[in-house]
């Protein structure tokens, strides 16, 4: 791990809280985090995965991590995460990290399907900064990071739950930062474009081979950059030069313009593979 931009600090004093660890920018931020010196409290769903990270980072850097299964569609499985975290004090840190892409159209989409998305990405992102929030307060001291998305800026046919649920991250971190700031908590959201995780794999079941071009990020330099912003105090972080052109560019666009290129290059290729519906 090169230039680790946060403070190391004294092992095991302080807690990070990382959802969705077992892969990905979770398991990269679980991994830099605990290189810092702090104790982990870690979720997923693939129990395996999670054991098998907190053996390497118990042994690789001596602290504690906890594992916790959370799937969080599931209310039973976010309150036991709410019922643990009211057992401890020291929570300095939350990534709000878990995730996950449809890659169907909204018709297409189960309802169920959707109100898991949102379930995930903003009913158990709320309730978890709403439950560490008041002890970084307390002591003026905290970190939240929401792991967004590039998507929270461009409407994205094929995926309006996620991009919607990304752009409620984004508004709902700049708004959580105004009012608490001054009380010596640090917010970011966290917007990255397209990075080499297990993310594309699972979208509807298709399987995407890594890809190594310019326009992909690996899930460390995703999170090297997130730690370098929230130490440059910025609010949003949009990593990588390709990205953060790519957000320019969406909102400087006008929305006509931006209509017309979906309807030229991507419904095209999006029409091959939708499902009529009787
Ligand atoms: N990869 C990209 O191109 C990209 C781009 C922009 C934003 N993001 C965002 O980055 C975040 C992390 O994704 P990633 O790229 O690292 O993908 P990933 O490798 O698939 O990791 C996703 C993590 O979230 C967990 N997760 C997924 N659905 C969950 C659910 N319903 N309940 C609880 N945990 C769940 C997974 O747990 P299990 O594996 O244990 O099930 C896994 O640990 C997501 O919020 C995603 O939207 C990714």
Redesign the pocket.
Known sequence: MKNVPLKVIPKNSQIALI????????KAFATHFAGMGYALIIT???MD?LHALALKLKAGFGVDVKVIK????IDEDLNRLLNEIETHDKIFVLVN?????SGLEFCENSLTGHL?MIQ?HIVASTELAYAVLPQMIKRKNGIIIN?S???AYIPAPGNSIYSASKIFLKNLTESIHLEVHQHGVKLQCLC????N????N?INGKKFGMKNDFLWMN?EEVVQDSLLALQKDKIICVPGLVNKMIVGISVLIPRQMYYWIIEKFDKPARAEKITLMS
Request: glycine share 22%; charged share 15%; hydrophobic share 30%.
């Open positions: 959802t969705g660890a077992s892969s990905g920018i979770g997923g769903r693939q995965k959370a799937d969080f569609s990290n878990a995730g996950f892409g898991r995930a792991v998305s590039i998507g990255p474009g397209l990075t995780t297990e993310f594309h699972r899930p």
